[in-house]
């Protein structure tokens, strides 16, 4: 009886003392200070004690905007224990730019699955492997010779949207619900995430076509199911965006998640499930049918030799074993680069309803679009051209100038300043410390971008403002050796895209005033966007002959 009474008290001596442990060492560290961090003002009073300050700012839908009028005052912010934000664009150079010594920071590594892949490997000269293996493909070379698979999702949503087009609206009256069937924000991502499907894994999913986002895959242990594409990307960026500050805490956060939430819990695994699917099947066209996509580019070099073997080999009966092997490890690299899925298609369909939504509420700019359009494309072009829309300054400008307002990827990159530490805007910072600075803050600096609250694409165009600076402040894509690699893509996207809704159609927002809100994940998602649609030239709801398309009468239709 004694004797477990004795035990009792040991093992509440002992917890007191882990507890004790677990608060006096932060507020040891705290005082110590080892790092001279504490000059810097905390983002909340929490902040120079636990990671887990930053995770409770999350609270806010979107907390990088809170960040940037806490960064009004103060240009160095501590908003972690061993993270500092930066409010200046001087800084960018220093953090990201090609000659920093800034490494990825850890939390990438926390965000990584079984393998690291090309967003998330931290370390140098591996992450120079996969990008060189990945720049074949996105090279320009290719982009354009698959402006087809492009153009051909162009084709699908504008047989879906003349099938939604309403009549045209006229003056002063009110807009009836059911007009607004055209939910832009989630169109927009199902032609990203066909687009990006067809250029990377020659598959057609079929999404604009269906009007759904259901896509075949394997829950874990499960039978094929349908699975719902948007919402199993989205469900893991809304939870682990939650915790993604807090490094220390992340795999304990990750697991009361995963109890808690049956929602994260079902969706957890749908994302590598379909992308895993997807490229199985991709592999099995390799073998009969002739294919140029990003996985043809892994798998080949340049001058089309299948990498790390010689033809010889290939030729021979004994290969083919290599080669499968070979095959697979190409899968493992596309698998997890199942970013290019995620990266690909989320952030341009975001980026397609911010600016849709800019021009539709400024109407002199979206005049000046459709004047330098018509410009440039000739009678009865439904599609646009790339070739006629990639060198348009106003079209460019229109598309800068949303990225700049609204940068679908607002938050603070995460960096690690080296061991021996590094100056950054001329202040000593020690090593090992999390530093960033969020795009969302530096594209509203008022010394740059005068207004910066307003929507001016003129600002990109005018030669008397220090458009150098501008640009080096133009952080949307971040810059230097971690910059995104599929920019090109997406704006040809974008280009094509925008320029023909805008020549095809006209827009309205369901009322004068109505706004669009966003919610911060790792990206800004703007919420849904529902639009009454209506054909521009001879408008309202007739045969358009030459190509047959029904343009049919309101179904009632809700996405
Ligand atoms: C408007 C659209 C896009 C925006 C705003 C955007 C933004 C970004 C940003 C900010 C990064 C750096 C991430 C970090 O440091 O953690 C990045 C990296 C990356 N992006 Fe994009 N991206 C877009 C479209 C695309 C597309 C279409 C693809 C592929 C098809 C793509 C593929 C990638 C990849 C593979 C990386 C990692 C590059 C590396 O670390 O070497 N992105 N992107
Ligand atoms: C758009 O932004 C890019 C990237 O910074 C810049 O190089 C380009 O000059 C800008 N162009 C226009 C027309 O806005
Ligand atoms: C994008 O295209 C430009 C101009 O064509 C080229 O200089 C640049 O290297 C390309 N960038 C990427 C990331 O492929």
């Not at 290019?340 to 002199?364: C, R, W």
Request: with cysteine; aromatic share 8%.
């Amino acid at each position: 009886m004694r004797r477990a009474k004795q035990d009792e008290m040991d093992l509440w001596i002992l917890l007191g003392a882990i507890l004790a442990w677990s608060c006096t060492a932060p507020l040891a560290i705290y005082l110590y200070d080892p790092k001279r961090l504490r000059r810097y003002p905390n983002q909340n009073i929490f902040s120079g004690l636990t990671s887990l300050a930053y995770v409770y700012e999350r609270r806010n839908s979107f907390r990088t905007e809170i960040l940037h009028s806490q960064h009004e005052r103060h240009p160095i912010l501590r908003t972690g224990p061993n993270v500092l934000s930066f409010g200046s664009v001087a800084a960018i150079k220093d953090i990201y730019g090609h000659g920093s010594p800034c490494l990825k920071d850890d939390v990438y590594k926390s965000i990584t699955g079984s393998h690291p892949h090309i967003l998330n490997v931290v370390d140098k000269d591996d992450h120079a492997r996969k990008r060189r293996m990945l720049s074949n493909a996105f090279a320009t070379r290719n982009l354009e010779q698959w402006e087809f698979k492009i153009t051909d999702k162009v084709q699908k949503m504008i047989v879906q949207f003349d099938k939604r087009c309403t009549d045209p609206y006229l003056d002063k009256c009110a807009i009836a619900s059911d007009d607004l069937i055209v939910n832009f924000r989630f169109w927009s991502n199902l032609f990203t995430l066909d687009a990006i499907a067809d250029i990377a894994l020659s598959e057609r999913l079929g999404l604009l076509e269906s009007g759904t986002d259901l896509v075949e895959g394997i829950p874990s242990g499960s039978t094929v199911q349908n699975l719902n594409f948007i919402e199993s990307l989205h469900c893991g960026s809304r939870t682990v965006s939650r915790f993604v500050g807090a490094t220390d805490w992340f795999n304990s956060l990750k697991v009361i998640a995963t109890l808690c939430s049956p929602y994260f819990r079902s969706h957890l695994n749908d994302f590598g499930n379909i992308v895993s699917m997807l490229t199985d099947r991709r592999l099995a066209k390799q073998e009969s049918e002739e294919t140029s996509d990003f996985l043809s580019c892994l798998i080949e070099d340049k001058a089309g030799r299948i990498r790390g073997l010689d033809r010889g080999e290939i030729e021979a009966e004994a290969s083919v074993l290599r080669k499968r092997r070979f095959l697979h490890n190409c899968k493992a690299e596309l698998i997890t680069s199942s970013t290019t899925v995620d990266a690909g298609s989320d952030t341009t369909a975001i980026a397609l309803t911010n600016v849709l939504y800019y021009l539709i509420k400024h109407p002199n700019t979206l005049k000046k679009l459709r004047d330098e359009l018509s410009g440039a494309l000739a009678e009865g072009e439904t599609i646009a051209p790339y070739a006629k829309v990639k060198s348009l300054p106003y079209l460019k400008a229109c598309l800068n100038e949303s990225l700049r307002l609204s940068p679908p990827v607002p938050r603070g990159l995460e960096r690690k300043t080296p061991p021996q530490g590094m100056e950054i805007l001329g202040e000593r910072i020690a090593g090992g410390v999390t530093v960033s600075v969020p795009a969302y803050i530096a594209h509203r600096d008022p010394r740059l971008f005068p207004e910066p609250e307003s929507y001016i694409p003129e600002r990109w165009l005018d030669e008397s403002e220090p458009t150098k600076d501008m640009r080096s402040a133009f952080i949307p894509f971040t810059t230097g050796a971690r910059a995104c690699i599929g920019r090109n893509i997406t704006m040809m996207e974008q280009q094509i895209l925008i320029a023909t809704l805008v020549q095809r159609y006209d827009f309205m927002l369901p009322s004068p005033d109505w706004k669009l809100t966003w919610e911060e994940a790792f990206n800004l998602w703007p919420s849904q966007m529902p639009l009454k649609l209506w054909r521009r030239e001879g408008g309202s709801r007739e045969t358009d002959s030459r190509r047959g398309v029904q343009v049919a009468e309101a179904s009632g239709f809700s996405q």
